[in-house]
T-cell receptor, first 115, second 110 residues
């Protein structure tokens, strides 16, 4: 199974600033996803990170606010731009190793607090 | 995306079986039924998935209704470590995206 690391594990940021979260996988994977989990809530899919092309965003999420990069099959970044306290959440990446949509592996998450 | 209905919470005693129900009456004919769980302060982890037939693995069993409008996750002997939020997720075979509902919070009592 894929092993996923995220950096930073947590951060406290000021409103109006931006934070870039990194997701590193120990093997090449076909699919990478980014999720947000607001306090006390379930997970919400932000976007699918596509290797070599623009990410595919879910309804309610836009590229200007959450730009995503995926330069290769093992790495992706999510930037939370122009942050407000409402962006305080845990941000998680997940990966799918094959194309059979059987099992996704999740990273440990990045806990973001915006003051 | 198919809607799911799960109990908000359930309780079980340690070493007893647990049956976690899920209603997914709007599921598409090609959607898989995935179950994930999220332990406290961790990311979700895969439990099991199936399409039409009942499935067993080392963690759990999945019983799927014949009309596929509901399913039940079965933990054969609950342990304290099984206390988590359990999510039932119909998953498109085209995209693989996981759309999480609110899930069921399982408490396991010693």
């Amino acid at each position: 199974s894929a092993v996923i690391s995220q950096k930073p594990s947590r951060d406290i940021c000021q409103r109006g600033t931006s934070l870039t979260i990194q997701c590193q996988v120990d093997s090449q994977v076909t699919m990478m996803f980014w999720y947000r989990q607001q306090p006390g809530q379930s997970l919400t899919l932000i976007a699918t990170a596509n290797q070599g092309s623009e990410a595919t965003y879910e309804s309610g999420f836009v590229i200007d606010k959450f730009p995503i990069s995926r330069p290769n099959l093992t790495f992706s970044t999510l930037t939370v731009s122009n942050m407000s306290p409402e962006d305080s959440s845990i941000y998680l990446c997940s990966v799918e190793e094959g194309q059979s949509y059987n099992e996704q592996f999740f990273g440990p998450g990045t806990r973001l607090t915006v003051l | 995306d198919a809607k799911t209905t799960q109990p908000n919470s359930m309780e079980s005693n340690e070493e007893e079986p647990v049956h976690l129900p899920c209603n997914h009456s709007t599921i598409s004919g090609t959607d898989y039924i995935h179950w994930y769980r999220q332990l406290p302060s961790q990311g979700p982890e895969y439990v099991i998935h199936g399409l039409t037939s009942n499935v067993n693995n080392r963690m759990a069993s999945l019983a799927i209704a014949e009309d596929r409008k509901s399913s039940t996750l079965i933990l054969h002997r609950a342990t304290l470590r099984d206390a988590a939020v359990y999510y039932c997720i119909p998953t498109s075979s085209n995209t693989g995206k996981l759309i999480f509902g609110q899930g069921t919070t399982l408490q396991v009592k010693p």
